[in-house]
T-cell receptor, first 113, second 113 residues
């Protein structure tokens, strides 16, 4: 069955380190998204991509970057991790568009100490 | 500011009772979606309702949309303990040249046996 997987499930890092969170989907969806989830804020969009080599900033993109070299993967990089980036990160993909049904991964719990 | 906001923030009911959650939004939309999130898991899509629809059903779920009041409700009938989860509404927003899906902070539903 097609799926979307995130790795690692849990990550602890130190401030200032570079961290990369992986997201891999086997649906062959063009649209992929990264959200962060924090208590009281719901999910906030970090970056998104509508296809290979396409990346766009979301509402909370500062300190994050993404690259899209193939259809299946959209890794999220924290250039220099900060304590404010401690959060749960979710990757999602959609077939028909950014405002249509999203399929989510199980999330990565990131702690920046 | 968030496009969609759920009400109530938390709801506690007994098995067999109905659960109603509401979502209000600020700007015009093309569609509104409801998602469910079990603890420690990713979000799962429940229902998508388009702006020209007023009501939609899926099993024990009923979603209504009132575009004049910019509000939607999710009704879960004959609730079960397994319905315990957080429920999020998501609305589409067009800004910066792209459509995006904006999530509310969610309603935490607890169904007691």
């Amino acid at each position: 069955d097609a799926e979307i997987t995130q790795s690692p499930r849990h990550k602890i890092t130190e401030t200032g380190r570079q961290v990369t969170l992986a997201c891999h989907q086997t649906w062959n969806h063009n649209n992929m998204f990264w959200y962060r989830q924090d208590l009281g804020h719901g999910l906030r969009l970090i970056h998104y991509s509508y296809g290979v080599h396409d990346t766009n900033k979301g509402e909370v993109s500062d300190g994050y970057s993404v690259s899209r070299s193939n259809t299946e993967d959209l890794p999220l990089t924290l250039e220099s991790a900060a304590s404010s980036q401690t959060s749960v990160y979710f990757c999602a993909s959609s077939e028909q568009g950014a405002n249509e049904k999203l399929f989510f991964g199980s999330g990565t719990q990131l702690s920046v100490l | 500011s968030q496009q969609g906001e759920e009400d109530p923030q938390a709801l506690s009911i007994q098995e067999g009772e109905n659960a109603t959650m509401n979502c209000s939004y600020k700007t015009s939309i093309n569609n509104l979606q409801w998602y469910r999130q079990n603890s420690g898991r990713g979000l799962v899509h429940l229902i998508l309702i388009r702006s020209n629809e007023r009501e939609k059903h899926s099993g024990r779920l009923r979603v209504t949309l009132d575009t004049s009041k910019k509000s939607s409700s999710l009704l879960i009938t004959a609730s079960r303990a397994a319905d315990t989860a957080s429920y999020f509404c998501a609305t589409d927003m067009f800004s910066g040249g792209y459509n995006k899906l904006i999530f509310g902070a969610g309603t935490r539903l607890a169904v007691h046996p």
